[in-house]
Structure formats: structure tokens, C-alpha cells
């Protein structure tokens, strides 16, 4: 069963630190790997997409890396501002059956 | 341009009523697909279509169905509404589908059934 799990499930950091946010998945044959930002109340908004090839991808200060041999994602939050306070999500697209598996998310708090 | 817009943004029910949701994709794109969020199950598929056809669809009951108009605008419905059913029902839409393009999500419909 294609599975996408993600840690931590929550954590607390404060403004303008650094945070390393996990995704670890078994989709396969895989698609693309990506992740969203979800601030509360509101739709998911995506930060990156990544495919096989693609190691790295920042989007300002979100940075995503990608192993696909060990099937791992990395979401990179440098210098976090309060705004940065969200539910982030890892989604895994299935490359046959036009699948997405997502994650549980990793809720975010940036305090002052 | 504009986003997908989702109405209503909340919505009470009764057990046993059922419920209509709509939503307008962002112009141009002809894939609406649909979602379920809990705070215990995460985000769930439930369906996609594309140019009125229904593509793909999750592993939900049959009281949950929808269709697509020909403008791309998608309604879902849920029928003999449960407690469970209480969520947040996000619409997103695309160019071309879920897995091969990007997903525009709509800020959702809050559902709360009593």
C-alpha cells in the first residue's frame, strides 16, 4: 500500500530560526514529490514540485531536497518568520493510476 | 486571473439531510478534483473529473458523487449526511489532472453535521 508519512507531526521554533521538516514515502513507480503550505482555514498552496531527477528546489526561503533511491524528502525552513506558521504537506504523485498519496502534515508554529 | 472559488465556505447540517457544494476552477484549467480534510484522516481523494468525465474516483461511499459542467465548474454532493461527514471539502483545479500537473486549491467548504 503506498504510504507518505511525515515528522514530526508538530514543532514549536522561534522567529528566525532554521527547521528541517520529513517525508518519507513507498509510492511507486513515482511520479513527482510535492510539497504545500497550509495556513489555517485556507486551501493548501503549493511550494515546490520535484520529479525523479530533481535533487533540490527552493522557493524563497523554502527549500525542498529529494532522494529518490532512499524515497526521502526534505522541506528546509531558513530564517522563519511568523507567517511561516502552517500545516505543511507532502504529497507523492503514483506515475500509473493518476494517484496522489498525501501525507499527515507537520503543523508549524513560529513564536516571537 | 482568478482562483477556484468554493461555496459556500461553511455550511450546518442535519444527520440524515444532504448537501451540495460547488466550485469554480481557475479559467482555462479542465480538471477539478475533490478532497475530504479531518484533523484525524488528513487530506482524502474522493474524485476527479475532467471535460465532464469522471476520471478517478477514491475509496469513499456512494452518498458522496459529483459532476462537472461544461464550463468546468464542479458541484459534489453528499447524500443521508453522517456525523462523519463533518470536514473541510477542498476543490482544486488543474490544467490537465492531479498527478501531471499543478493543484490550485479553492479555500474550502467547512461542513459541519449535528
Known amino acids: 500500500k503506498n504510504q507518505v508519512e511525515q515528522s514530526p507531526q508538530s514543532l514549536i521554533i522561534l522567529e528566525g530560526k532554521n527547521c528541517t521538516l520529513q517525508?518519507?514515502?513507498?509510492?511507486?513507480?513515482?511520479?513527482?514529490l510535492r510539497w504545500y503550505k497550509q495556513d489555517t482555514g485556507r486551501g493548501p498552496v503549493s511550494l515546490t514540485i520535484m520529479t525523479f531527477s530533481e535533487n533540490t528546489k527552493s522557493n524563497g526561503r523554502y527549500t525542498a531536497t529529494l532522494d529518490a533511491d532512499t524515497k526521502q524528502s526534505s522541506l528546509h525552513i531558513t530564517a522563519s518568520q511568523l507567517s511561516d506558521s502552517a500545516s505543511y504537506i507532502c504529497v507523492v504523485s503514483e506515475a500509473a493510476g493518476n494517484k496522489l498519496t498525501f501525507g499527515g502534515g507537520t503543523r508549524v508554529l513560529v513564536k516571537p | 486571473k482568478a482562483g477556484v472559488t468554493q461555496t459556500p465556505r461553511y455550511l450546518i447540517k442535519t444527520r440524515g439531510q444532504q448537501v451540495t457544494l460547488s466550485c469554480s476552477p481557475i479559467s482555462g484549467h479542465r480538471s477539478v478534483s475533490w478532497y475530504q480534510q479531518t484533523p484525524g484522516q488528513g487530506l482524502q481523494f474522493l474524485f476527479e473529473?475532467?471535460?465532464?468525465?469522471?476520471?478517478n474516483k477514491g475509496n469513499f461511499p456512494g452518498r458522496f458523487s459529483g459532476r462537472q459542467f461544461s464550463n468546468s465548474r464542479s458541484e459534489m454532493n453528499v447524500s443521508t449526511l453522517e456525523l462523519g461527514d463533518s470536514a473541510l471539502y477542498l476543490c482544486?483545479?488543474?490544467?490537465?489532472?492531479?498527478?501531471?500537473?499543478?493543484?490550485?486549491f479553492g479555500n474550502g467548504t467547512r461542513l459541519t453535521v449535528t
Open positions: 473529473y475532467f471535460s465532464e468525465t469522471q476520471r
Open positions: 517525508c518519507n514515502y513507498t509510492v511507486s513507480p513515482f511520479s513527482n
Open positions: 482544486a483545479s488543474s490544467l490537465s489532472g492531479p498527478v501531471g500537473s499543478p493543484l490550485h
